[in-house]
């Protein structure tokens, strides 16, 4: 029954297919090698180099590194910073951008300004800030000293340091995206009776999203994956404050080549458990 | 959600790590001692859980010796610091008053535990002929050292060669810069720590020879094998008295001064020395040096008093900001 219904809409009438483009085949070859060889150079060739350096010695040598308490607690660490870091710029980056795109006020550029400060800045001067302001010498050192606070050399440190290098990720993302779209929408649910709240989660978001997740995935990739600003203010202590990019340079370091491989895959595979999640959550919530 | 999931886990996993141990003690030192320190903090762990049930456990944390002295000033909270010359903990006493200045005549043979001397490692064979200082001032020799500025072990070096050119060319301070000068003219890479200046000699293959600390010379060989790096012991070198101590402010913040000084006391010991030789440190203890004196080239050696008089004043003669290391490395 339903298969007679669904006939006519096969019966359309077929058109030869089109080519895309015009170029002799020598010159699509030619381009599409060339692209093909670049992504081959610089992203297959060193993530297949990690693996395979990663378990050169056995499978045994890699599970070992990847299970020694030292790489568990860098591990911990490093997740820890991102799941601290990340919500926090995420929070900030919407509210930030939407300020900036939907309103006009006064000190707007100083505040552009300001979210691009920790790109310009070189990573490890933001970690020298942080010495600076809470180190034993610096401003606030005597102070935290006598109330036994950690900040820098201890956790929070490596956390402020994440969340500085990783600012201006989701905030940059959204703002061009926001000023494109404008306020019209946003106008039509006000005059609609939408409170600002209703307008931000039925309006706003939802026409940024896929700006907003890719902004979360690049913040979330650099906050795994810094070395410079969290190398200031780590102290270098095994087990305690080691992120995974300090674990792997410690253990190049000692020599221990495929344990520094095989941790430095680790570091890949978290990245590739990011990008995944990122094609589900796309596929979930598609148009 | 799947954020806050990860803090309580992190959070969960963190508190059970602190709940295992009893004590813990950070040693903050110098590059090379890791693998010595592996050993030593497992041997003391065993022999203080023996005598006190206590269970301790000690972290590491390594760089150049000058760059950790900073950081300990600056707060990174070391219980026993154990740096690669006594001019970096006099540092942490003048600069961050964390410690008496009179810290070093508080334990045995100015409080180090352990010497060391400065050699060279070239590769097998020895293809460019190096067999002394002299050689390493010649044209078309690359030399491999690190950066005087932030590492102990390249002030060493750096002390070894001056005192080499002063006994050569007669006591004219004129020409040992001039020889130092020119020994720096062949050095391609100055990297911030020993260990950074091995890898850069033996894994990124750069260089025809690397000044280098005596036991990581050898622990490279072991680690690289034979057939690729030998030692060559130069006619005079400098003996090395790498220092430790306790950090009086934090130990006493922190209650640990007792395990601490147990620590420090405990290198000392014929069992913590024969540790020391085994990874290619001197040994103080005359017994266990003996057992082990054929693994050391028999060299002389001039020591930073005689010849510098003293570690204050060599710094102020040559590292300090202006002083001769900058007037003759300006590129």
Redesign the interface.
Known sequence: MTTAVLQPALALPVRPVEKATAEPPWVRLLLIGLALAFLGIFLFVPLAAVFYEALRKGVGVYWQAVTE?DAL?AV??T??AA??S??LNLVFGVAAAWAIAKFEFRGKNLLITLIDLPFSVSPVIAGLIF?LV?????WF?EW??EH?L?I??AVPGIVLATIFVTFPFVARELIPLMQAQGTEEEEAAVVLGASGWQTLWRVTLPNVKWGLLYGVILSNARAMGEFGAVSVVS??????TNTLPLHVE?L????QFAAAFATASLLALLALVTLVLKAWVERRFAD | MKHRLLIAAALALTTTVAAGADITLLNVSYDPTRELYQDINAAFAKDWEAKTKDKVSIKQSHGGSGKQARSVIDGLDADVVTLALAYDIDEIASRGRLLPQAWQKRLPNNSAPYTSTIVFLVRKGNPKGIRDWGDLVKPGVAVITPNPKTSGGARWNYLAAWAYALKTFGPDEAKAKDFVGRLYKNVPVLDSGARGSTTTFVERGIGDVLIAWENEAFLAVKELGPDKLEIVAPSLSILAEPPVSVVDKVVDRRGTRKVAQAYLEYLYTPEAQDIIARNYYRPIDLKVAGKYEKQFPKLQLITVDEVFGGWQKAQKTHFVDGAVFDQIFTR
């Open positions: 308490p607690a911990r660490l997740l820890l799941a601290i990340v919500p010495v809470f180190g034993l010498q610096g050192g935290l000293s036994d950690k820098i050399f102290g270098h202590i095994r087990g305690l410690i190049y370091n000692e020599y």
